[in-house]
């Protein structure tokens, strides 16, 4: 990759010195480890929409700005809680067309891996050692985390998670240390099986770096790490992947066969074996014993396999802060946004998400009794480049920073944002990889450094060497790797052309897709777009998961990705990352990234940032607004709601009222 705008700031200049380093670390280590460590976690600042200013109208909008605004950080508005908790009754959800859960067992394969899985499906049955996020603010929860922060110690490589008093499995038995050690064992053996038995995996990472995992007592867990890592890192990314698991009810390898010691490596494998076939059977969901211990606030209690329904039902036993007070959730799929909405229209659904296309109808969802609020996911979402597409040297010509640049000059955020057959008004502008709500980005992160220009695009490409052709061919003349030539192993004569493939559902991927093209068009470079399902894309044009298939797409959009607290893209774009769809690979940013990942400056996490920015590894598209509609009769705290945009549910703290 060529340099950047800061390609003259070393790495070293951004990152603390050796005795700095020496002086973090000796800090991190000390008694007051566990104090610090929950203070940094706790330092990660909410969204204005949540911060109410000690107003509490029930109208919160973000920063002053006006709900709905094009580019505002909210939609619509943020009710207060109301009315008088009472138990019982049943809410009706809607599910994301094609969006429904196919896997139970908490350790997901990459096929069955989405945020509804995990995040609106499992979530509400077995909680995570660390819950994220808070309200809307994306750092770990505190209150909804089984665990006190964890202390690390001896460098860094020695990490001690106790957990909190009181949590019970839905039989009675207590969330011991042994149920955490059991999920690391059958993560581990189901990854020596297969590196696809779970969809977080980024090898060497966790679970690889786990030298040792023991129960040092019933409620203490001790893991030896083969390396040092940053503590913000550890705790945010992998240690909010870990969910314990009912070791007593589970350690088997057959129903009715006897229970097994997982830290043996054979036994674990035939454990995972017996749940993993469990967990890929849906008749089964509802009805297997199996599913029915659990932790959280509801278990499973029907599971159509011919419609995708399913209904949840509160789980009694539960112990955690909030006992839930609605008896029923029934979540009801759909085939389609249209007939989705018009459900809510009807008055036949509790709550639902309202897509972009639906926008202009809010006002008669109000008129119908529902609030309507919405903000960014925590994400980031994108046209992906294909840095190892030869065809038509592809993989040369975006290899230049000046030609993403002027790529990148040709999306009019802000116009596709107020565009009513784009977004509507209901996105953000955003240009990286972290939101501007996240602590660790720079307040430039919202701002567009290479904005809506198309005459910049212009003077970069002939600035380079191209004869620009508006509404024709625009060709390399003057070929070389010069300062003001076209760059390395792009030939003279070499004419810029891509295929860009979107995914097919929702509009909004193919109206955006478009709209590129059609402006690249008119500095005469050829983009030929093209619908493919989500599916086929996220599992042929994709780099890693599909090598072969390299030459096939130089440019895709199917939404974007999500993210954890701690906003480092490690696994995504360092150069060897699992999840490095377009196989970008830049020295300078695997650099900035392991010093995020085992660093104690979270300097380098901004400067990791600041660099994917400008350097472009993806040409940067709005962050959706994720707008939800319930009805005013549903209520409960503001945080509960302020989260639904993040797809994470806390249903345990709602009420009819």
Not at 108 to 119: E, K, L
Not at 198 to 204: F, K, N, Q, V
Request: hydrophobic content about 35%.
């Amino acid at each position: 990759m060529s340099g950047s705008r800061n390609r003259h700031a070393p790495v070293a200049a951004r990152l603390v010195s050796r005795n700095r380093r020496a002086l973090v670390a000796a800090r991190l280590v000390s008694r007051n480890r566990r104090a610090l460590v929950a203070a940094t976690l706790a330092v990660l600042l909410p969204l204005a929409a949540c911060s109410g200013g000690g107003r509490d109208d029930g109208k919160a909008t973000a920063g002053g700005q006006a709900a709905g605004k094009p580019g505002s950080q909210t939609f619509g508005e943020l009710p207060a809680e109301s009315g008088t908790p009472k138990d019982g009754g049943s809410v009706d959800i809607a599910q994301q067309p094609g969006a429904g859960p196919y896997y139970m067992l908490p350790i997901v394969p990459g096929a069955f891996n989405s945020t509804y899985v995990t995040y609106q499906f499992q979530r509400l049955m077995y909680r995570p050692l660390y819950w994220f996020p808070e309200g809307a603010s994306p750092k770990v929860n505190p209150a909804l985390s089984l665990a006190e922060p964890p202390e690390f110690t001896d460098g860094d490589r020695t990490v001690t998670i106790k957990l909190k008093p009181g949590y019970t499995w839905s039989d009675g038995s207590p969330v011991e240390a042994g149920d955490v050690v059991f999920f690391i064992d059958l993560l581990k053996a189901a990854l020596r099986k297969n590196a696809a038995n779970w969809g977080g995996y980024t090898p060497g990472q966790f679970p690889d770096n786990v030298t040792s995992v023991k129960a040092t007592s019933a409620d203490t867990v001790t893991l030896k790490l083969s390396q040092a890592y940053n503590p913000e890192w550890f705790t945010a990314d992998e240690l909010t992947s870990v969910v314990p698991l009912p070791a007593k009810q589970w350690a088997r390898a057959s129903a009715d066969g006897p229970l097994l010691d997982p830290g043996e490596p054979k036994n674990a494998e035939a454990i995972y074996t017996y749940l993993d076939k469990a967990s890929r059977d849906p008749a089964g969901f509802a009805t297997d014993p199996l599913w029915q211990t659990v932790n959280g606030p509801y278990r499973l209690s029907g599971f159509d396999v011919t419609t995708n329904f399913y209904s949840m039902t509160a789980n009694e036993a539960y112990t955690g802060p909030q006992k839930p007070r609605i008896k029923t959730l029934n979540f009801r799929p759909f085939t389609s946004e249209t007939a989705k909405f018009n459900q809510l229209l009807s008055g036949n659904l509790t709550m639902a998400t309202v897509d972009q296309s639906h926008v202009g109808q809010v006002q008669a969802l109000k008129a119908a009794g529902y609030n309507v609020y919405g903000a960014p996911r925590l994400g980031f979402n994108f046209i992906m480049l294909n840095f190892k597409d030869t065809t038509d040297n592809v993989d040369k010509i975006l290899g230049q920073l000046y030609v993403r640049q002027a790529l990148q000059h040709l999306i009019d955020q802000p116009g596709y944002i107020a565009s009513k057959g784009m977004y509507n008004g209901a996105a953000a502008e955003s240009y990286g990889t972290a939101p501007a709500s996240s602590p660790y980005a720079s307040k430039d992160v919202a701002t567009a450094p290479y904005p809506y220009d198309p005459q910049a695009a212009r003077k970069l490409l002939e600035d380079h060497g191209w004869k620009v052709v508006p509404n024709g061919t625009t060709t390399c003349e003057r070929p070389g790797s010069g300062p003001s030539e076209c760059g390395e192993g792009i030939p003279q004569g070499q004419a810029i052309k891509f295929n860009l493939f979107y995914r097919s559902e929702p509009q909004l991927h193919s109206a955006v897709s478009t709209a590129f093209a059609s402006e690249a068009r008119k500095l005469g470079i050829a983009i030929t777009v093209a619908p493919k399902t989500f599916s086929f894309l996220i599992q042929n044009y994709n780099v890693p998961a599909a090598p072969s298939k390299a030459g096939e797409w130089a440019m895709s959009t199917w939404g974007g990705f999500s993210t954890t607290p701690y906003p480092t893209m490690t696994g995504t774009f360092d150069s060897k990352g699992s999840g490095n769809v377009g196989a970008y690979s830049d020295p300078e940013t695997d650099e900035l990234i392991r010093a995020s990942v085992h660093g104690d400056d979270r300097q380098a996490v901004q400067a990791e940032i600041e660099r994917l920015r400008t350097e472009l590894p993806v040409l940067w598209l709005p962050t959706a607004h994720t707008i939800w509609a319930w009805k005013n009769t549903l209520s409960g705290p503001r945080d509960t709601f302020a989260a639904l945009p993040t797809t994470v549910l806390t249903p345990e703290y709602w009420y009819l009222r």
